[in-house]
């Protein structure tokens, strides 16, 4: 079973790979190194979190629904609803791969705007919690639709109350009600991996997410079970 999961693991490698995901992801982070590091981001530690922030949650999202409907319309998933393969594996290899992308390419950002001035511990946990949390709400999202341009059309209802809490982040907006919003917690992580947030906010923002994901990901296997699986089996 363990030589089945490192299989999924490396499939799925090769999938993000071969269509590209890794190629767009690099280039991407490619280019807003380069940039950064000819600038001064002196002052620029929310731009530059925002920034950061956008790649685990296109990643996340965007890249494993891409990911899951391709596998849907190879029937991949009807085969290995016949494998000793769990959904739970399944689910958290997609969550591993890409969020594994997600600290390679966040890191070559950070690494070029403040090379040596940021939080390392922080970060990383930022990067984590938000990858897989949005990856579960990707899967989530997907297991409603058939194809990519019914995905394209819950885009906006799934990802306009994450942008909330930009009032709040760009100091437009101040209310307690947008800590409820996860993506609040996502943001202040990031913001402390670059700037001096308080402790309060950075417990708030480790338990919120957590709990998040916890249940995001229960969300997520049901989801893919009943909808794409079509099976509460495995």
Not at 9 to 32: E, H, P, Q, S, T
Not at 65 to 80: G, S, Y
Request: with cysteine; hydrophobic share 60%.
């Amino acid at each position: 079973m363990k030589n089945l999961w490192f299989q999924s693991l490396k499939w799925d490698a090769f999938l993000i790979y071969k269509y590209g995901i890794v190629a767009v992801a690099l280039a991407i982070a490619f280019l807003y190194s380069a940039v950064f590091l000819f600038l001064n981001t002196q002052g620029m530690e929310k731009m530059i979190a925002l920034l950061i922030f956008t790649d685990p949650v296109m990643y996340g999202f965007l890249f494993t629904a891409v990911m899951l409907l391709f596998e849907k319309d190879a029937n991949t998933h009807q085969v290995l609803a016949i494998t000793p393969l769990s959904s739970k594996k399944y689910l958290l290899s997609k969550v591993f791969v890409f969020t594994a992308l997600a600290l390679v390419t966040s890191s070559f950002i950070i690494l070029a705007a403040y090379p040596t001035n940021f939080h390392a511990i922080i970060f990383v946990l930022a990067v984590c919690l938000s990858s897989s949390l949005f990856i579960f709400i990707g899967i989530i999202g997907v297991s409603f639709v058939q194809n990519f341009n019914q995905f394209i059309l819950i885009i906006p209802l799934v990802l306009a109350p994450v942008c909330f809490p930009f009032l709040d982040y760009f100091d437009w907006f101040h209310s307690w009600m947008l800590y409820v919003i996860p993506s609040q917690a996502c943001l202040i992580l990031f913001a402390g991996s670059v700037s001096s947030v308080s402790t309060w906010k950075l417990i708030y923002a480790l338990l919120y997410l957590t709990l998040w994901n916890v249940l995001a990901y229960h969300w997520a296997l049901k989801s893919y079970q009943k909808r794409i699986l079509k099976t509460d089996l495995k």
